[in-house]
């Protein structure tokens, strides 16, 4: 099992307040992203819509408002807002696994042959999110 920082969130809006209303051990995926323009290792984390259906919705409400989302932006409606001027789509991209990490762990799911991987979060001592997984063999 791998566990490894979720890194980028903060440039994913409203992925850093979604991480900050998921409880430890929330199903999340690991997803190769080999088209990515920075980093041909690149290893997405997503959240599925099942995960975020099961949030008490003032709770999520709370965490996506700052960023310009609202509940009705969930499904994947188009947002107005100026700075978050796009589709929720999901799964909803949280971030990624870090570049260093990427590197080693992507050619192991390009040799199994797999896309992607049941994941889960967990976070740290100091409480930043982590992402936990099993890598492809």
Do not use: C, K, W
């Not at 979720?6 to 440039?11: K, M, N, Q, T």
Request: glycine share 8%; no cysteine.
């Amino acid at each position: 099992m791998i566990t490894t920082s979720i890194v980028g969130a903060r440039f994913r809006p409203p992925a850093a307040g979604v991480l900050s209303v998921l409880p430890s051990g929330a199903s999340l995926l690991v997803r190769r992203e080999p088209s990515n323009a920075y980093d041909v290792n690149a290893l997405q984390v997503l959240v599925v819509r099942e995960t975020l259906a099961g949030l008490p919705q003032p709770q999520l409400l709370a965490a996506i408002e700052g960023f310009g989302f609202t509940l009705t932006d969930v499904p994947g409606e188009i947002v107005t807002n100026d700075y978050a001027r796009q589709a929720l789509e999901f799964p909803l991209h949280l971030g990624y696994v870090p570049r260093v990490e990427a590197a080693t762990l992507a050619p192991l799911f390009d040799r199994a042959g797999q896309a992607e991987v049941r994941a889960e979060l967990t976070f740290a001592a100091d409480g930043a999110p982590r992402v936990a997984f099993r890598v492809p063999t």
